[in-house]
């Protein structure tokens, strides 16, 4: 199963990345982030805790993850599949600026595994576009990334020195009771990820793609723990409500988990016991098709 990385740290380099070659804007205002409160708050009780909720986001494996495995199955880079960056300025409201941040997000995850730097500048852009109309650019190390994204190729690196900047991101965030726009920006890298690894399966009908996207059942349940604790806004609610459907069409997907025996092995001067494990997955064609038609209809709801 995918090993669980903390948050979108992708998320957060690519946004780092972007404002740190081109400085700030100035194209958020006041009324801006009069938008995010009206639009994302709500003074009804929530079930979780900020902190519960933080918690769940952590387990959300990262696109760039799964990203990877499509580059190693063979297929060829598609940018067709991808979410247009001419779509940005259409995302009006908070809550789909919060989603298409992850979406993009995801997509550059995508471009970079892939090497495709003639395209990179573009899906930079909005990801900064889309950071600077929810709030959330002020707290990255600008010269830090700057200095290695122009000495490294490396998105470890990138990915690294993020996890800093991310941290204060969260603080801030659940300090300001915005978890809310955390959770839009996992749930649009999730789908994100979820579509771009379907549309791989359908060109190459690989079988470790299928059992991955297969493994994402526990993803799709933790998407659903996230919105439904926010699901007294209309919004939340009708997002839940699509990904409740794709939840439903994994239900007959069985995984179960092997051990084998434990191995020891020397890291840092210090013997480490290491725990195997593999997974095996049970998914019929049927079931496969049913959970890439859901995907669709979800990732096509999150891009329009």
Avoid: H, W
Wanted: proline content about 1%; hydrophobic content about 40%.
């Amino acid at each position: 199963m995918l090993k669980k990385l903390t948050y979108l740290t992708l998320i957060v380099a690519s946004t780092q990345f972007f404002t740190a070659c081109t400085g700030s804007s100035n194209k958020s205002s006041d009324s801006d982030e009069l938008a995010i409160t009206d639009s994302l708050a709500s003074d009804a009780p929530l079930e979780l805790s900020e902190e519960v909720i933080g918690d769940v986001i952590q387990n959300v494996s990262s696109p760039v993850e799964m990203a990877n495995l499509i580059k190693s199955s063979g297929v060829e880079f598609s940018q067709k599949i991808l979410n247009n960056t001419e779509k940005v300025d259409e995302y009006d409201t908070s809550f789909k600026r919060a989603l298409n941040l992850g979406v993009y997000s995801a997509d550059l995850g995508y471009i970079n595994t892939f090497d495709k730097n003639t395209i990179v500048v573009s899906y930079l852009l909005a990801i900064k576009n889309l950071a600077d109309g929810i709030k959330v650019g002020q707290f990255f190390d600008f010269n830090s990334l700057k200095r290695v994204a122009t000495n490294s190729n490396n998105l470890d690196s990138l990915m690294e020195i993020s996890v800093s900047s991310f941290n204060k991101m969260d603080s801030y965030l659940r300090s300001q009771k915005r978890s809310n726009v955390s959770s839009l920006i996992v749930t649009g890298a999730s789908i994100e990820g979820l579509y771009i690894t379907a549309k791989a399966i359908e060109a190459t009908k690989n079988q470790d793609l299928i059992d991955r996207l297969a493994e994402q059942k526990d993803i799709v349940n933790i998407l659903m723990i996230i919105l439904n604790n926010y699901s007294q806004n209309e919004s939340f609610a009708e997002l839940a409500s699509k990904i409740a459907v794709l939840e439903k069409a994994y239900e007959s997907v069985k995984i179960t988990t092997e051990f084998s025996e434990p191995k020891s092995m020397e890291k840092d001067g210090k013997l480490v016991i290491v725990q195997d494990e593999k997974s095996i997955v049970e998914i019929s064609d049927e079931t496969l098709k049913a959970i890439i038609k859901e995907i669709e209809v979800i990732r096509e709801f999150v891009v329009l």
